[in-house]
Protein backbone atom coordinates (compact mmCIF):
# COMPACT_ATOMS: atom_id res chain seq x y z
CA UNK A 1 0.00 0.00 0.00
CA UNK A 2 0.82 3.26 -0.86
CA UNK A 3 0.55 7.19 0.73
CA UNK A 4 1.56 10.51 -0.69
CA UNK A 5 1.75 13.80 0.98
CA UNK A 6 2.57 17.44 1.38
CA UNK A 7 3.61 19.34 4.63
CA UNK A 8 4.39 22.90 3.79
CA UNK A 9 6.55 24.70 6.01
CA UNK A 10 3.85 27.66 5.92
CA UNK A 11 0.48 25.91 5.79
CA UNK A 12 0.50 25.83 9.44
CA UNK A 13 -2.44 25.40 11.75
CA UNK A 14 -1.18 26.72 14.87
CA UNK A 15 1.45 26.67 16.98
CA UNK A 16 1.27 23.99 19.97
CA UNK A 17 0.74 24.91 23.30
CA UNK A 18 3.00 23.00 25.70
CA UNK A 19 0.41 22.26 27.66
CA UNK A 20 -1.13 19.57 25.17
CA UNK A 21 1.12 17.26 27.05
CA UNK A 22 -0.28 17.80 30.54
CA UNK A 23 -1.36 14.66 33.03
CA UNK A 24 -3.53 14.31 35.47
CA UNK A 25 -3.01 13.08 39.07
CA UNK A 26 -6.14 12.31 41.11
CA UNK A 27 -6.66 10.85 44.86
CA UNK A 28 -7.56 7.38 43.21
CA UNK A 29 -6.30 4.09 44.24
CA UNK A 30 -2.60 4.35 44.38
CA UNK A 31 -2.32 7.27 41.79
CA UNK A 32 -0.75 9.23 45.37
CA UNK A 33 -0.09 6.87 48.08
CA UNK A 34 2.42 3.99 46.35
CA UNK A 35 2.50 6.18 43.24
CA UNK A 36 4.00 9.62 43.38
CA UNK A 37 4.09 8.90 47.49
CA UNK A 38 6.00 6.48 49.56
CA UNK A 39 7.84 7.39 52.55
CA UNK A 40 9.20 3.82 53.28
CA UNK A 41 10.15 3.24 49.76
CA UNK A 42 14.20 3.03 48.84
CA UNK A 43 14.35 5.69 46.49
CA UNK A 44 12.09 8.04 48.76
CA UNK A 45 12.97 11.78 49.10
CA UNK A 46 12.51 13.69 52.17
CA UNK A 47 9.04 14.51 51.52
CA UNK A 48 8.07 11.00 50.91
CA UNK A 49 8.17 11.24 47.07
CA UNK A 50 9.59 8.11 45.27
CA UNK A 51 12.40 9.28 43.23
CA UNK A 52 12.23 6.18 40.97
CA UNK A 53 8.56 7.34 39.35
CA UNK A 54 9.96 11.33 39.54
CA UNK A 55 12.72 10.65 37.53
CA UNK A 56 10.06 8.86 35.01
CA UNK A 57 7.97 12.15 35.42
CA UNK A 58 11.15 14.22 34.54
CA UNK A 59 11.84 12.50 31.53
CA UNK A 60 8.44 13.10 29.78
CA UNK A 61 8.70 16.68 30.43
CA UNK A 62 5.17 17.06 31.57
CA UNK A 63 4.48 20.58 31.06
CA UNK A 64 1.17 20.54 33.84
CA UNK A 65 -0.27 18.39 35.98
CA UNK A 66 -3.91 18.59 37.34
CA UNK A 67 -4.76 17.59 40.61
CA UNK A 68 -6.44 16.21 43.02
CA UNK A 69 -9.65 14.71 40.98
CA UNK A 70 -10.94 13.70 38.63
CA UNK A 71 -14.56 12.23 40.48
CA UNK A 72 -12.45 12.88 43.76
CA UNK A 73 -12.62 16.51 44.42
CA UNK A 74 -16.26 16.67 44.09
CA UNK A 75 -16.26 15.57 47.89
CA UNK A 76 -13.14 17.07 48.96
CA UNK A 77 -12.64 19.36 51.63
CA UNK A 78 -9.17 20.92 50.26
CA UNK A 79 -8.70 22.35 54.16
CA UNK A 80 -8.25 18.28 55.65
CA UNK A 81 -4.54 18.10 53.38
CA UNK A 82 -2.98 21.28 55.18
CA UNK A 83 -1.36 21.25 58.64
CA UNK A 84 0.65 18.95 60.71
CA UNK A 85 0.35 15.58 58.92
CA UNK A 86 -0.55 13.76 62.05
CA UNK A 87 -3.70 16.02 62.74
CA UNK A 88 -5.37 15.77 59.19
CA UNK A 89 -8.44 13.40 59.23
CA UNK A 90 -8.99 10.51 57.27
CA UNK A 91 -12.36 10.88 55.18
CA UNK A 92 -14.47 8.49 53.08
CA UNK A 93 -14.01 9.40 49.59
CA UNK A 94 -17.25 8.59 48.08
CA UNK A 95 -16.27 8.27 44.85
CA UNK A 96 -14.19 5.69 44.57
CA UNK A 97 -15.70 3.92 48.24
CA UNK A 98 -12.21 4.44 49.43
CA UNK A 99 -10.47 6.05 52.42
CA UNK A 100 -8.02 8.75 52.14
CA UNK A 101 -5.50 10.10 55.00
CA UNK A 102 -4.65 13.50 53.86
CA UNK A 103 -0.90 12.24 54.00
CA UNK A 104 -0.50 14.18 50.44
CA UNK A 105 -2.31 18.13 50.33
CA UNK A 106 -1.70 20.70 48.52
CA UNK A 107 1.73 21.52 49.39
CA UNK A 108 2.87 18.18 49.08
CA UNK A 109 1.84 18.48 45.77
CA UNK A 110 3.22 21.38 45.08
CA UNK A 111 6.68 20.15 46.17
CA UNK A 112 5.96 17.35 44.15
CA UNK A 113 5.51 19.55 41.19
CA UNK A 114 8.69 21.62 41.86
CA UNK A 115 10.72 18.60 42.13
CA UNK A 116 9.68 16.82 38.71
CA UNK A 117 9.32 20.44 36.91
CA UNK A 118 6.20 20.71 36.34
CA UNK A 119 3.45 23.35 36.92
CA UNK A 120 0.43 22.49 38.66
CA UNK A 121 -3.40 22.98 37.86
CA UNK A 122 -6.20 22.88 40.88
CA UNK A 123 -9.40 21.69 40.76
CA UNK A 124 -11.82 23.29 42.90
CA UNK A 125 -14.88 21.38 44.44
CA UNK A 126 -18.03 22.52 43.08
CA UNK A 127 -20.34 19.35 43.59
CA UNK A 128 -20.35 19.02 47.61
CA UNK A 129 -19.45 22.64 48.07
CA UNK A 130 -19.31 26.07 46.69
CA UNK A 131 -18.72 29.73 46.16
CA UNK A 132 -16.90 30.48 49.32
CA UNK A 133 -14.51 27.26 49.68
CA UNK A 134 -13.59 28.07 46.48
CA UNK A 135 -12.67 31.46 47.35
CA UNK A 136 -10.80 31.11 50.42
CA UNK A 137 -8.57 27.71 48.48
CA UNK A 138 -7.67 30.58 45.94
CA UNK A 139 -6.81 33.38 48.09
CA UNK A 140 -4.81 29.78 50.89
CA UNK A 141 -2.68 28.90 47.36
CA UNK A 142 -2.16 32.46 45.95
CA UNK A 143 -3.00 35.30 48.62
CA UNK A 144 -0.38 37.37 50.57
CA UNK A 145 0.69 37.02 53.57
CA UNK A 146 -1.01 39.79 55.90
CA UNK A 147 -4.13 38.12 55.02
CA UNK A 148 -6.13 35.47 56.96
CA UNK A 149 -5.45 33.05 54.44
CA UNK A 150 -1.86 33.83 53.55
CA UNK A 151 -1.05 33.94 56.63
CA UNK A 152 -2.47 30.80 57.72
CA UNK A 153 -0.16 29.20 54.55
CA UNK A 154 2.80 30.75 55.50
CA UNK A 155 2.13 29.21 59.45
CA UNK A 156 1.90 25.94 57.51
CA UNK A 157 5.50 26.43 56.13
CA UNK A 158 4.83 28.27 52.89
CA UNK A 159 5.71 32.25 52.66
CA UNK A 160 5.57 32.66 49.43
CA UNK A 161 2.09 32.42 47.05
CA UNK A 162 2.76 28.95 45.44
CA UNK A 163 1.32 31.35 42.29
CA UNK A 164 -1.06 28.79 40.89
CA UNK A 165 -2.76 30.45 37.29
CA UNK A 166 -4.90 27.25 36.21
CA UNK A 167 -8.21 26.12 38.26
CA UNK A 168 -11.16 24.05 36.76
CA UNK A 169 -14.42 25.05 38.35
CA UNK A 170 -15.35 21.50 39.31
CA UNK A 171 -15.14 18.30 37.46
CA UNK A 172 -17.78 16.64 35.00
CA UNK A 173 -20.85 18.56 36.42
CA UNK A 174 -22.58 17.29 33.70
CA UNK A 175 -22.14 13.63 35.03
CA UNK A 176 -25.19 11.65 37.03
CA UNK A 177 -22.40 9.77 38.95
CA UNK A 178 -20.94 12.89 40.03
CA UNK A 179 -21.29 14.18 44.07
CA UNK A 180 -23.11 17.54 43.78
CA UNK A 181 -24.62 16.63 39.81
CA UNK A 182 -25.92 19.78 38.24
CA UNK A 183 -28.41 21.34 35.26
CA UNK A 184 -26.39 22.98 33.05
CA UNK A 185 -28.43 26.01 33.72
CA UNK A 186 -27.77 25.40 37.61
CA UNK A 187 -23.87 24.81 37.00
CA UNK A 188 -23.44 27.67 34.14
CA UNK A 189 -25.01 29.91 37.23
CA UNK A 190 -22.62 28.62 39.57
CA UNK A 191 -19.61 28.34 37.35
CA UNK A 192 -20.03 31.95 36.34
CA UNK A 193 -20.37 33.56 40.28
CA UNK A 194 -17.16 31.26 40.81
CA UNK A 195 -15.52 33.01 37.74
CA UNK A 196 -16.26 36.38 38.98
CA UNK A 197 -15.24 36.17 42.09
CA UNK A 198 -11.77 34.70 41.22
CA UNK A 199 -11.08 37.06 39.17
CA UNK A 200 -11.89 39.67 41.57
CA UNK A 201 -9.02 38.62 43.05
CA UNK A 202 -6.75 38.08 40.28
CA UNK A 203 -8.32 38.73 36.70
CA UNK A 204 -4.81 36.90 35.24
CA UNK A 205 -5.76 33.57 36.56
CA UNK A 206 -6.78 30.92 33.48
CA UNK A 207 -10.34 29.21 34.25
CA UNK A 208 -11.10 26.09 32.76
CA UNK A 209 -14.90 25.57 33.34
CA UNK A 210 -16.61 22.06 32.52
CA UNK A 211 -17.88 20.71 29.14
CA UNK A 212 -19.32 16.99 28.51
CA UNK A 213 -17.72 14.37 30.29
CA UNK A 214 -18.10 12.22 26.60
CA UNK A 215 -19.58 12.99 23.67
CA UNK A 216 -22.27 10.25 24.46
CA UNK A 217 -23.76 12.15 27.19
CA UNK A 218 -27.50 12.57 26.66
CA UNK A 219 -26.87 16.69 27.85
CA UNK A 220 -24.24 16.80 24.76
CA UNK A 221 -23.63 19.24 22.82
CA UNK A 222 -26.16 21.23 24.80
CA UNK A 223 -24.44 21.25 27.60
CA UNK A 224 -21.61 23.12 26.07
CA UNK A 225 -23.52 25.28 24.61
CA UNK A 226 -26.03 26.41 27.71
CA UNK A 227 -22.82 26.50 30.03
CA UNK A 228 -20.88 29.15 27.57
CA UNK A 229 -23.78 31.11 27.28
CA UNK A 230 -23.31 31.68 31.68
CA UNK A 231 -19.76 32.06 31.49
CA UNK A 232 -18.09 32.80 27.89
CA UNK A 233 -16.80 35.69 29.22
CA UNK A 234 -15.32 34.74 32.11
CA UNK A 235 -13.69 31.40 31.32
CA UNK A 236 -10.62 31.13 28.87
CA UNK A 237 -11.25 27.07 28.23
CA UNK A 238 -13.98 24.49 28.32
CA UNK A 239 -12.83 20.97 29.74
CA UNK A 240 -13.22 17.81 27.85
CA UNK A 241 -12.81 14.30 28.83
CA UNK A 242 -13.08 11.13 26.29
CA UNK A 243 -11.52 7.88 27.32
CA UNK A 244 -11.05 4.93 24.51
CA UNK A 245 -12.10 1.12 24.71
CA UNK A 246 -11.85 -2.18 22.70
CA UNK A 247 -15.17 -2.33 24.51
CA UNK A 248 -16.18 -5.24 21.36
CA UNK A 249 -12.57 -7.40 22.01
CA UNK A 250 -13.29 -7.36 25.97
CA UNK A 251 -16.46 -9.61 25.20
CA UNK A 252 -14.41 -11.72 21.98
CA UNK A 253 -11.58 -12.08 23.77
CA UNK A 254 -13.44 -14.16 26.41
CA UNK A 255 -15.57 -16.07 24.08
CA UNK A 256 -12.04 -16.96 21.92
CA UNK A 257 -13.50 -15.82 18.74
CA UNK A 258 -11.11 -15.91 15.57
CA UNK A 259 -8.71 -13.85 14.41
CA UNK A 260 -10.80 -12.35 11.74
CA UNK A 261 -13.50 -10.88 14.28
CA UNK A 262 -10.35 -9.59 16.62
CA UNK A 263 -8.79 -7.61 13.78
CA UNK A 264 -12.25 -6.17 13.13
CA UNK A 265 -12.86 -4.83 16.25
CA UNK A 266 -9.15 -3.35 16.24
CA UNK A 267 -9.98 -1.43 13.10
CA UNK A 268 -12.87 -0.29 14.85
CA UNK A 269 -10.91 0.39 18.25
CA UNK A 270 -8.39 2.46 16.22
CA UNK A 271 -10.67 4.48 14.46
CA UNK A 272 -12.25 5.93 17.57
CA UNK A 273 -9.78 8.99 17.26
CA UNK A 274 -12.30 10.02 13.63
CA UNK A 275 -15.40 10.61 17.05
CA UNK A 276 -12.77 12.80 19.26
CA UNK A 277 -11.68 14.79 16.02
CA UNK A 278 -15.60 15.18 15.72
CA UNK A 279 -16.41 15.92 19.30
CA UNK A 280 -13.67 18.47 19.61
CA UNK A 281 -14.99 20.21 16.17
CA UNK A 282 -18.48 20.47 17.13
CA UNK A 283 -17.26 22.06 20.57
CA UNK A 284 -15.29 24.09 18.67
CA UNK A 285 -18.57 25.25 16.47
CA UNK A 286 -20.11 26.02 19.71
CA UNK A 287 -17.56 28.27 20.83
CA UNK A 288 -17.79 30.00 17.73
CA UNK A 289 -21.42 30.23 17.87
CA UNK A 290 -21.32 31.82 21.27
CA UNK A 291 -18.60 34.05 20.79
CA UNK A 292 -20.65 35.27 17.68
CA UNK A 293 -23.64 35.54 19.76
CA UNK A 294 -22.18 37.57 22.16
CA UNK A 295 -20.32 40.04 20.16
CA UNK A 296 -17.55 39.23 21.92
CA UNK A 297 -14.46 39.76 21.26
CA UNK A 298 -12.83 37.15 23.69
CA UNK A 299 -11.48 33.74 22.68
CA UNK A 300 -12.33 30.50 25.20
CA UNK A 301 -10.24 26.99 24.12
CA UNK A 302 -10.68 23.42 24.90
CA UNK A 303 -8.61 22.00 27.83
CA UNK A 304 -9.20 18.61 26.71
CA UNK A 305 -7.75 17.12 30.92
CA UNK A 306 -8.84 14.02 30.65
CA UNK A 307 -8.11 11.42 27.78
CA UNK A 308 -6.93 8.12 27.38
CA UNK A 309 -7.70 3.97 27.25
CA UNK A 310 -9.51 2.88 30.18
CA UNK A 311 -11.34 -0.34 30.21
CA UNK A 312 -8.91 -3.44 30.68
CA UNK A 313 -9.27 -2.79 34.93
CA UNK A 314 -13.23 -2.37 34.65
CA UNK A 315 -14.30 -5.60 35.87
CA UNK A 316 -12.02 -6.27 38.19
CA UNK A 317 -12.68 -2.75 39.53
CA UNK A 318 -16.29 -3.74 40.65
CA UNK A 319 -16.18 -5.34 43.77
CA UNK A 320 -14.54 -2.08 45.13
CA UNK A 321 -16.46 0.24 43.52
CA UNK A 322 -19.84 -1.50 44.26
CA UNK A 323 -18.73 -1.06 47.99
CA UNK A 324 -18.51 -4.97 48.44
CA UNK A 325 -14.99 -4.21 50.32
CA UNK A 326 -15.41 -1.43 52.64
CA UNK A 327 -13.03 1.55 52.43
CA UNK A 328 -9.75 0.30 51.86
CA UNK A 329 -7.20 3.02 51.66
CA UNK A 330 -5.27 2.67 48.42
CA UNK A 331 -6.34 -0.34 46.43
CA UNK A 332 -5.28 -1.19 43.47
CA UNK A 333 -8.56 0.22 41.09
CA UNK A 334 -8.31 1.29 37.08
CA UNK A 335 -5.19 -0.40 36.74
CA UNK A 336 -5.21 -0.45 33.06
CA UNK A 337 -2.56 -2.89 31.81
CA UNK A 338 -1.91 -1.48 28.32
CA UNK A 339 -1.12 -3.73 25.85
CA UNK A 340 0.59 -2.60 22.12
CA UNK A 341 -2.50 -2.17 20.72
CA UNK A 342 -3.13 0.66 23.06
CA UNK A 343 0.48 2.18 22.05
CA UNK A 344 -1.43 2.65 18.33
CA UNK A 345 -4.52 4.28 19.83
CA UNK A 346 -2.39 6.70 22.12
CA UNK A 347 -0.38 7.61 18.46
CA UNK A 348 -3.94 8.68 16.97
CA UNK A 349 -5.19 10.34 19.32
CA UNK A 350 -2.33 12.52 20.26
CA UNK A 351 -1.90 12.95 16.65
CA UNK A 352 -5.97 14.66 16.37
CA UNK A 353 -4.72 16.53 19.52
CA UNK A 354 -1.59 18.23 17.61
CA UNK A 355 -4.21 18.65 14.31
CA UNK A 356 -6.30 20.90 16.68
CA UNK A 357 -3.67 22.88 17.81
CA UNK A 358 -5.33 25.49 17.09
CA UNK A 359 -8.22 25.10 19.68
CA UNK A 360 -6.86 22.40 21.91
CA UNK A 361 -4.73 24.59 24.35
CA UNK A 362 -4.67 21.66 27.41
CA UNK A 363 -4.37 18.08 27.25
CA UNK A 364 -4.06 15.79 30.55
CA UNK A 365 -3.10 12.09 29.85
CA UNK A 366 -5.59 10.71 33.04
CA UNK A 367 -4.05 9.15 34.47
CA UNK A 368 -0.09 9.62 35.44
CA UNK A 369 0.98 6.87 37.95
CA UNK A 370 -0.68 3.70 38.42
CA UNK A 371 -4.44 4.64 37.81
CA UNK A 372 -5.14 4.65 33.82
CA UNK A 373 -1.36 5.65 33.30
CA UNK A 374 2.06 5.08 31.70
CA UNK A 375 3.71 4.58 34.63
CA UNK A 376 3.22 1.56 37.21
CA UNK A 377 5.37 0.59 40.58
CA UNK A 378 5.01 -1.68 42.79
CA UNK A 379 4.92 -0.90 46.87
CA UNK A 380 8.52 -1.13 47.91
CA UNK A 381 9.71 -2.02 44.64
CA UNK A 382 10.22 -1.30 40.68
CA UNK A 383 8.52 1.70 38.54
CA UNK A 384 8.19 0.99 35.06
CA UNK A 385 6.96 2.27 31.70
CA UNK A 386 3.81 0.66 30.43
CA UNK A 387 3.59 0.39 26.61
CA UNK A 388 1.32 3.70 25.91
CA UNK A 389 4.57 5.77 28.33
CA UNK A 390 6.18 5.51 24.79
CA UNK A 391 4.03 7.69 22.12
CA UNK A 392 2.95 9.90 24.75
CA UNK A 393 6.82 10.19 25.57
CA UNK A 394 8.06 10.83 22.41
CA UNK A 395 4.99 13.62 21.42
CA UNK A 396 5.85 15.38 24.61
CA UNK A 397 9.27 15.58 24.14
CA UNK A 398 9.59 16.07 20.65
CA UNK A 399 6.06 17.26 19.49
CA UNK A 400 6.87 21.18 20.41
CA UNK A 401 6.82 23.13 18.17
CA UNK A 402 4.32 24.69 15.07
CA UNK A 403 1.53 22.00 13.70
CA UNK A 404 1.50 22.02 10.14
CA UNK A 405 -1.90 21.19 7.80
CA UNK A 406 -0.50 17.77 5.99
CA UNK A 407 -2.36 17.18 2.74
CA UNK A 408 -1.99 12.96 3.06
CA UNK A 409 -3.46 11.00 0.48
CA UNK A 410 -4.15 6.82 1.81
CA UNK A 411 -6.21 3.94 1.13
CA UNK A 412 -9.07 3.92 4.01
CA UNK A 413 -11.49 1.43 5.49
CA UNK A 414 -14.94 1.91 6.50
CA UNK A 415 -15.14 1.43 10.29
CA UNK A 416 -18.51 2.02 12.89
CA UNK A 417 -17.06 5.48 13.94
CA UNK A 418 -16.57 6.97 10.30
CA UNK A 419 -16.16 6.06 6.84
CA UNK A 420 -12.54 5.61 4.73
CA UNK A 421 -10.62 6.22 8.11
CA UNK A 422 -7.08 6.58 6.28
CA UNK A 423 -4.92 3.45 7.27
CA UNK A 424 -2.23 5.60 8.16
CA UNK A 425 -2.91 8.60 10.96
CA UNK A 426 -0.19 11.19 10.64
CA UNK A 427 0.93 14.59 11.98
CA UNK A 428 3.80 16.73 11.80
CA UNK A 429 5.67 19.51 13.69
CA UNK A 430 8.10 22.05 12.79
CA UNK A 431 10.65 23.28 15.29
CA UNK A 432 11.72 26.17 13.26
CA UNK A 433 14.04 27.10 16.75
CA UNK A 434 15.64 23.71 16.93
CA UNK A 435 15.46 23.06 12.94
CA UNK A 436 13.55 20.06 12.97
CA UNK A 437 10.64 18.40 11.54
CA UNK A 438 9.00 15.58 12.77
CA UNK A 439 6.32 13.19 12.10
CA UNK A 440 4.09 11.03 14.38
CA UNK A 441 2.40 8.11 11.97
CA UNK A 442 0.43 4.99 12.75
CA UNK A 443 -0.37 2.37 10.60
CA UNK A 444 -3.80 0.96 11.54
CA UNK A 445 -3.50 -1.80 8.85
CA UNK A 446 -3.32 -5.31 10.30
CA UNK A 447 -1.23 -7.19 7.50
CA UNK A 448 0.11 -4.75 5.13
CA UNK A 449 3.05 -2.24 5.17
CA UNK A 450 2.34 1.19 4.06
CA UNK A 451 5.26 3.45 1.74
CA UNK A 452 4.55 6.54 2.92
CA UNK A 453 6.10 9.55 0.48
CA UNK A 454 5.67 13.16 2.43
CA UNK A 455 7.08 15.90 -0.28
CA UNK A 456 8.60 18.86 1.93
CA UNK A 457 7.96 21.75 0.43
CA UNK A 458 9.31 24.98 1.90
CA UNK A 459 11.74 23.50 3.92
CA UNK A 460 15.90 22.90 3.02
CA UNK A 461 15.44 19.35 4.11
CA UNK A 462 18.58 17.59 5.64
CA UNK A 463 18.55 14.35 6.96
CA UNK A 464 16.37 12.24 8.88
CA UNK A 465 18.09 12.35 12.79
CA UNK A 466 15.98 10.15 13.95
CA UNK A 467 13.19 7.14 13.63
CA UNK A 468 11.95 5.68 16.53
CA UNK A 469 9.39 2.60 15.33
CA UNK A 470 7.71 0.48 17.64
CA UNK A 471 6.30 -3.12 16.43
CA UNK A 472 4.76 -5.99 17.81
CA UNK A 473 3.85 -9.65 16.97
CA UNK A 474 1.19 -9.37 19.50
CA UNK A 475 -1.10 -6.81 19.63
CA UNK A 476 -1.54 -7.91 23.29
CA UNK A 477 1.81 -7.86 24.27
CA UNK A 478 2.06 -5.70 27.61
CA UNK A 479 4.73 -3.86 30.35
CA UNK A 480 4.70 -5.80 33.49
CA UNK A 481 6.84 -5.90 36.56
CA UNK A 482 8.04 -9.30 35.41
CA UNK A 483 8.65 -8.21 31.82
CA UNK A 484 9.49 -4.55 31.81
CA UNK A 485 10.95 -3.97 28.40
CA UNK A 486 8.94 -6.10 26.51
CA UNK A 487 6.88 -3.34 24.61
CA UNK A 488 10.14 -1.15 23.71
CA UNK A 489 10.50 1.32 20.74
CA UNK A 490 13.69 0.80 18.56
CA UNK A 491 16.03 2.35 16.23
CA UNK A 492 14.19 2.46 12.82
CA UNK A 493 16.40 1.58 9.74
CA UNK A 494 15.62 2.62 6.06
CA UNK A 495 14.00 6.37 6.74
CA UNK A 496 15.32 8.34 4.50
CA UNK A 497 15.40 11.97 2.45
CA UNK A 498 15.74 12.11 -1.15
CA UNK A 499 14.72 14.42 -3.59
CA UNK A 500 12.61 16.54 -1.60
CA UNK A 501 10.69 13.81 -0.09
CA UNK A 502 10.86 12.51 2.83
CA UNK A 503 10.38 8.49 2.41
CA UNK A 504 9.53 5.83 4.87
CA UNK A 505 8.04 2.26 5.17
CA UNK A 506 5.95 1.28 7.66
CA UNK A 507 4.96 -2.19 8.79
CA UNK A 508 1.81 -3.15 9.53
CA UNK A 509 0.48 -2.34 12.95
CA UNK A 510 2.92 0.21 13.68
CA UNK A 511 3.90 3.42 16.02
CA UNK A 512 6.59 5.81 14.67
CA UNK A 513 8.30 8.80 15.07
CA UNK A 514 10.81 10.45 12.36
CA UNK A 515 12.77 12.99 12.77
CA UNK A 516 14.31 15.71 9.71
CA UNK A 517 16.54 18.07 10.02
CA UNK A 518 15.43 21.27 8.97
O1 LIG B 1 -9.85 9.49 35.59
C1 LIG B 1 -10.80 8.70 36.21
C2 LIG B 1 -12.15 9.39 36.33
O2 LIG B 1 -12.71 9.54 35.06
C3 LIG B 1 -12.14 10.78 36.89
O3 LIG B 1 -12.17 10.79 38.27
C4 LIG B 1 -13.41 11.37 36.34
O4 LIG B 1 -13.31 12.76 36.16
C5 LIG B 1 -13.63 10.61 35.05
O5 LIG B 1 -14.91 10.12 34.97
Given amino acids: MRATGAAHKDFTIARIDDRLYGAFLEHLGRAIYSGIYEPDHPS ?40 PRA ?84 NEMDGPWQVGHKTADE ?95 TVQSTINYTKANKRSKHDVFISFDEWNVWYHSRQQDRAILDGNKGWPHAPRLLEDIYNFEDVLQVGCILNTFIRHADVVRIACIAQLVNVIAPIMTEPGGDAWRQTIYYPYYFASVFGRGTALQLQVNAPGYDSLHGDNVPYVDISAVHDAEGGTLTFFAVNRHATEKLDVKVALQGFEAGTVIDHRVMTHADLRATN ?39
Fill in 187 to 281: YGRLASEVAKTLRAFDRSLELIVCGSSNADMKTYPEWERIVLDHTYESVDHISLHMYFANRENETALAAGAGEETLARNTANYLALNEKLDRYIA
Fill in 44 to 83: ADGNGMRGDVAQLVRDLNVPIVRYPGGNFVSAYNWEDGIG
Fill in 87 to 170: ERPTRLDLAWHTSDSNAVGVHEFADWCETVGTEMMLAINLGSRGLDEARQFVEYVNGPTGSYWGDLRAKHGRAAPFGVRHWCLG
Fill in 480 to 518: TLGAQRNVTPRKGRGARVADGDLRVSMPPYSYQMIRVAV
